[in-house]
């Protein structure tokens, strides 16, 4: 089993900045892909960043030149630094961690982006 613990979220005006945080420990043996999706009121899981163990990005349109996701291979963390946040960026945000073929989950944590 692989726990993942996220930190970061909270309320925070438009254009202003939020860095998450996700650690993952337990059976950690091979992480591949590690996360973030979103899930805004009324609307689907979305997908906001992915990195792999080699550092390769994807990153959702509506974040590119935002969002910057980084990992750490050694502490087994992944972090979403998020700059100039619109209301539209307001959301439960999960960590997901792909380790030897299965999909692990965070609880999720709220970022709320006043206007």
């Known amino acids: 089993q692989v726990q993942l613990v996220e930190s970061g979220g909270g309320l925070v005006q438009a254009g202003g900045s939020l860095r998450l945080s996700c650690a993952a420990s337990?059976?950690?043996?091979?992480?591949?892909?590690m996360g973030w999706y979103r899930r805004a009121p009324g609307k689907q899981r979305e997908l906001v960043a992915t990195i792999t163990s080699d550092r390769s990005t994807i990153y959702a349109g509506s974040v590119k030149g935002r969002f910057t996701i980084s990992r750490d291979n050694a502490k087994n963390t992944v972090d979403l630094q998020m700059n100039s946040l619109k209301p539209e960026d307001t959301a439960v945000y999960y960590c997901?961690?792909?380790?030897?073929?299965?999909?692990?989950w965070g609880q999720g944590t709220q970022v709320t982006v006043s206007s």
């Open positions: 997901n961690v792909v380790n030897s073929g299965w999909n692990y």
């Open positions: 337990g059976s950690v043996f091979n992480i591949n892909a």
